[in-house]
């Protein structure tokens, strides 16, 4: 059996790098309100640890009624996934493994307070090695490897305040971006002619003292966000989980695609050609596996985006960070309907105090 926990809040606590760290409400509440996500994934021997039981269980059979109505799938209808509440003790010893949305001290402490045992868990040691992959830097170093014809992209790690004037001046618009930072928070953009960096200065200043750099990218005319979702069994072997087609506002997550992953090739295809999306893919399974190698084991993803060029033309970012995680990209994939012609979108939605999954028609 193993133990499965979503927990949203994981890039706020990542970068905290505390073990006794309180996340905001709005990653309590999602917490709570989506904790029965994992069942998605989870075993028929295993359990999903939810706030309210209940209401993981309404909300389970809900998106079973969903999927079925609009996805056309009925393997969802025959899952009958066990949740458990998170105040009762753990017992490790019918415990196999733990498997959470992301790893960080936050969570390792509150398992122990709860009586999973240490074997269970990454080592302290483990978690930092996790916590510096999870660090910019490492996206920005896999970035030159992955530049072929038909890419662009560029990132540069700026420790001092004239280090980011050069940059503004070569490049005219610049995305700076705390080094550990949650979804549409830790960005700053710069315009040399609307927005020098004299008025984003305190900030920087701040996060280098708090993290140590800051990483600093062109500003790229964005026509599309997407990325690829993958595997790390933590031996050395990356594995290809499929396409992830989401929506951004203001760099934060809106939705996904649901869909087959030949309809969404197709649909990326409008700007690149498959054999790029291919040998990217191949490229970031041979340079990653050696990096991760008996140094995470777990599901992650790798966000690109397509960027149009003055000539009409589209080149491919192939990576723009990489989220050392799950992440909603593996929720859209466990949703993806069997049928070519079936798309839809997912979205998280906020009504009435409340959050919400929901699968809708284009």
Request: glycine share 8%.
């Amino acid at each position: 059996m193993k133990l499965h926990i979503f927990n949203p809040e994981h890039d706020i606590a990542l970068a905290s790098g505390l073990a006794n760290f309180t996340a905001p409400h709005a990653g309590r509440q999602l917490r709570h309100d989506l904790g029965f996500l994992p069942a998605l994934w989870a075993g028929g021997d295993d359990v999903v640890m939810v706030d309210d039981v209940e209401q993981a269980g309404r909300e389970w059979r809900r998106l079973q009624h969903r999927a079925a109505t609009l996805l056309a799938t009925g393997s969802l209808l025959r899952a009958n996934p066990r949740f458990t509440p998170a105040k009762q003790p753990v017992c490790s010893d019918q415990t196999a493994g733990v498997e959470p949305w992301g790893w960080n001290s936050a969570l390792r402490a509150e398992l122990l307070r709860r009586g999973v045992g240490e074997h269970l868990m990454p080592s302290l040691s483990q978690l930092q090695t996790i916590r510096q992959l999870s660090h910019r830097r490492t996206a920005a170093r896999l970035l030159p490897t992955l530049r072929m014809e038909g890419t662009v992209g560029e990132a540069f790690e700026c420790r001092e305040g004239n280090e980011v004037e050069r940059l503004l001046g070569q490049y005219g618009q610049l995305v700076m971006k705390a080094p550990w930072s949650s979804s549409g928070r830790g960005l700053r953009f710069l315009d040399v002619a609307r927005t020098p960096f004299s008025m984003q200065a305190r900030w920087f200043g701040n996060v280098v003292a708090a993290q140590g750099c800051v990483m600093v990218e062109p500003y790229y005319n964005k026509v599309r966000d997407f990325g690829m979702e993958f595997y790390s069994d933590g031996e050395g072997t990356i594995s290809y989980l499929g396409l992830s087609l989401f929506h951004t506002a203001n760099g934060a997550y809106t939705g996904n695609i649901l869909a087959t992953e030949t309809a969404k090739r197709e649909m990326i295809n409008h700007y690149v050609s498959d054999d790029l999306l291919c040998s990217v893919t191949e490229k970031i399974c041979d340079e990653l596996s050696p990096v991760f190698n008996e140094q995470y084991r777990g599901p992650f993803g790798v966000d690109m985006m397509i960027v149009g060029t003055p000539g009409d033309g589209f080149l491919l970012h192939p990576c723009v960070e990489i989220n050392l995680r799950r992440t909603m990209g593996h929720v859209a994939l466990a949703l993806a309907p069997a049928d070519d012609d079936v798309v839809r979108v997912m979205r998280i939605v906020y009504n009435d105090n409340y959050y919400k999954l929901t699968i809708n028609r284009l």
